[in-house]
């Protein structure tokens, strides 16, 4: 794979956390002003902006509606809108670092549902990475030192909701259209939050309102679009390891945007769980090599050129 190709990946999966980060912050901003359902319908709204640039040229707009796999397509819309929902409540109701180290605990319940489910095998390595991650969140969380709420409860919702979404992804198969996978992702929030917002529903009014809608809305469905980019030019494991760059964009937007400084327990929670995901990234990357290392001597061995082997 060449350098740059992989250099322009990265570059990808970093605009496209980037645009996570910032949406969820937009959603933050919004706290008291909305409802978090109100919230989260806009971003299925908002999101349709995104649709044209989604598209190839051989898929219509039908297969938005036309799944090849429409029990893995009806459980991914479900599972997004209540990660949606969830993160939106979650967000506005916790500083923002604490919220999203809950979130990271998705890699455990992936492991756990793709060995449940899936019945793949899971190293002792990734068994070590998302048990300290766990470890690190029960540092941040501290249970029966400090009073947990339902901020917590709508941040491991989120967690889990994504983790199944990850699932029906990889049970839908590698050739359900793109397009039919992202309006999954739009259509969940958009009956689901559109349906329990209407008890609460109100205009929204002023422009700053509508701008923070949009921002939260549009910019996760950009980083959606980033991400699928990034993984068509990049390894999975060196798309995901940007992810803990959302941990400083959090951090830095709950010390000068929202004034929540962290305590020392919660700092050190959060550097356990980042490292958690470090070791997970390095255990993908020493696997990676070692198979392009095993390409390039059976190739020597062939008197041929070695093929290009991907990471899981």
Request: some cysteine; overall charge positive; aromatic content about 14%.
């Given at each position: 794979?060449?350098?740059a190709f992989?250099?322009?990946?990265?570059?990808?999966?970093?605009?496209?956390?980037?645009?996570?980060s910032i949406?969820?912050?937009?959603?933050?901003?919004?706290?008291?002003?909305?409802?978090?359902?109100?919230?989260?319908?806009?971003?299925?709204?908002?999101?349709?902006?995104?649709?044209?640039?989604?598209?190839?040229?051989?898929?219509?707009?039908?297969?938005?509606?036309?799944?090849?796999?429409?029990?893995?397509?009806?459980?991914?819309?479900?599972?997004?809108?209540?990660?949606?929902?969830?993160?939106?409540?979650?967000?506005?109701?916790?500083?923002?670092?604490?919220?999203?180290?809950l979130m990271?605990?998705?890699?455990?319940?992936?492991?756990?549902?793709?060995?449940?489910?899936?019945?793949?095998?899971?190293?002792?390595?990734?068994?070590?990475?998302?048990?300290?991650?766990?470890?690190?969140?029960?540092?941040?969380?501290?249970?029966?030192?400090?009073?947990?709420?339902?901020?917590?409860?709508?941040?491991?919702?989120?967690?889990?909701?994504?983790?199944?979404?990850?699932?029906?992804?990889?049970?839908?198969?590698?050739?359900?259209?793109?397009?039919?996978?992202?309006?999954?992702?739009?259509?969940?929030?958009?009956?689901?939050?559109?349906?329990?917002?209407?008890?609460?529903?109100?205009?929204?009014?002023?422009?700053?309102?509508?701008?923070?809608?949009?921002?939260?809305?549009?910019?996760?469905?950009?980083?959606?679009?980033?991400?699928?980019?990034?993984?068509?030019?990049?390894?999975?494991?060196?798309?995901?390891?940007?992810?803990?760059?959302?941990?400083?964009?959090?951090?830095?937007?709950?010390?000068?945007?929202?004034?929540?400084?962290?305590?020392?327990?919660?700092?050190?929670?959060?550097?356990?769980?980042?490292?958690?995901?470090?070791?997970?990234?390095?255990?993908?990357?020493?696997?990676?090599?070692?198979?392009?290392?095993?390409?390039?001597?059976?190739?020597?061995?062939?008197?041929?050129?070695?093929?290009?082997?991907?990471?899981?």
């Amino acid at each position: 794979m060449k350098t740059a190709f992989l250099s322009s990946g990265m570059a990808l999966a970093f605009a496209a956390f980037s645009s996570f980060s910032i949406s969820d912050a937009y959603s933050k901003l919004l706290a008291g002003q909305l409802d978090p359902f109100e919230v989260a319908f806009s971003g299925g709204v908002f999101g349709f902006l995104i649709i044209p640039f989604i598209r190839r040229p051989e898929e219509t707009y039908e297969d938005i509606f036309s799944p090849s796999h429409p029990v893995m397509w009806l459980v991914r819309a479900v599972s997004i809108f209540a990660a949606t929902a969830a993160s939106v409540e979650a967000f506005m109701l916790l500083p923002m670092p604490e919220a999203l180290s809950l979130m990271f605990l998705m890699p455990l319940f992936v492991t756990i549902l793709s060995v449940l489910l899936l019945h793949e095998k899971v190293s002792g390595w990734a068994w070590l990475a998302v048990i300290l991650g766990f470890v690190g969140v029960l540092i941040v969380l501290r249970p029966g030192v400090r009073a947990l709420h339902f901020g917590h409860l709508c941040a491991l919702i989120a967690a889990v909701a994504n983790a199944v979404g990850v699932i029906a992804y990889r049970l839908a198969g590698s050739n359900t259209p793109r397009l039919s996978l992202f309006g999954s992702s739009l259509f969940g929030p958009l009956v689901g939050d559109g349906a329990l917002m209407l008890a609460h529903a109100h205009w929204p009014h002023g422009v700053k309102t509508w701008l923070f809608l949009f921002g939260y809305g549009f910019l996760a469905a950009l980083g959606q679009l980033f991400m699928m980019m990034a993984t068509a030019r990049a390894p999975a494991n060196r798309v995901a390891l940007p992810q803990y760059s959302q941990m400083l964009w959090a951090v830095a937007f709950s010390y000068f945007l929202f004034h929540q400084p962290l305590d020392g327990w919660t700092f050190a929670g959060i550097t356990v769980v980042t490292f958690s995901g470090m070791l997970n990234w390095v255990r993908q990357r020493i696997r990676y090599e070692h198979l392009a290392m095993k390409e390039r001597w059976a190739a020597r061995r062939r008197g041929g050129k070695p093929r290009v082997t991907k990471a899981d």
